[in-house]
């Protein structure tokens, strides 16, 4: 019979520092920002008071939805 080896934990890691590590920001979806909703065969975006953002710079980065 073979024996299972338990593995040890990983050490619990601060997502924050990690990114600062990575020269990356971190934000998390509890502080309120931009929203991304289906149109058509794309997508719109709203800010806070649900107002659709008419241009999106190329350099402003967001992030697909899972």
Do not use: N, Q
């Not at 998390?28 to 710079?57: C, S």
């Amino acid at each position: 019979m073979m024996s299972l080896r338990k593995l040890p934990k990983p050490a619990a890691v601060d997502p924050a520092v990690t990114a600062r590590e990575a020269h990356l920001r971190y934000v998390d979806d509890t502080a309120p920002g931009f929203r991304r909703v289906r149109h058509g065969k794309g997508f719109r975006y709203l800010d806070l008071e649900k107002a659709v953002l008419g241009l999106i710079r190329r350099r402003i980065a967001l992030p697909k939805a899972a």
